[in-house]
């Protein structure tokens, strides 16, 4: 048998641990919900949202990690993700109130081990166009990322 070697991403650093928490039980529920995730991504916009999931019927969804009510408060971007996703969520841990969240979004709340879905998001179907560059944009920072990996002094930094 094959021993498994446990692979290390770099650290990003604007995080907070209770973000990476979030984050961590997030992608956990997503994966679950058969997407795959890929984290700090940027978008046509110029954003980068935290995590953006991508599922096999090309379903794109995006989830904006909040982690505290100041967290909240000061960072109004996200309605710009709505252009970029076929449903936009929050995420959050128990500390934080829920009903500090938009209700046309959907919300999530996590801790560093699973998550669960507490209101959907409503469905805003992406236009092709728009649909196939978040997809390229996901499939190409995946892959970078994943070859940065196997050759850490690569030309990869682009993408990351």
């Given at each position: 048998m094959?021993?498994?070697?446990?692979?290390?991403?770099?650290?990003?650093?604007?995080?907070?641990?209770?973000?990476?928490?979030?984050?961590?039980?997030?992608?956990?529920?997503?994966?679950?919900?058969?997407?795959?995730?890929?984290?700090?991504?940027?978008l046509a916009s110029g954003r980068r949202a935290d995590l953006v999931a991508l599922d096999g019927g090309g379903e794109i969804w995006i989830v904006e990690i909040k982690s505290s009510v100041a967290d909240f408060r000061a960072d109004q971007k996200w309605m710009d993700y709505r252009l970029h996703c076929d449903?936009?969520?929050?995420?959050?841990?128990?500390?934080v109130p829920c009903d500090i969240f938009p209700k046309d979004t959907g919300l999530i709340v996590a801790d560093a081990f699973g998550a669960q879905i507490m209101c959907e998001a409503p469905e805003h179907r992406l236009a092709a166009a728009t649909r196939k560059a978040v997809m390229l944009a996901f499939a190409q920072t995946a892959a970078s990322r994943l070859q940065a990996l196997a050759d850490p002094e690569g030309p990869y930094g682009e993408f990351l």
């Open positions: 094959r021993a498994t070697q446990r692979i290390e991403l770099p650290v990003d650093g604007r995080q907070s641990e209770t973000a990476l928490k979030i984050a961590r039980g997030t992608s956990r529920l997503l994966h679950a919900h058969g997407f795959s995730v890929v984290s700090e991504l940027s449903r936009l969520f929050f995420a959050t841990c128990m500390e």
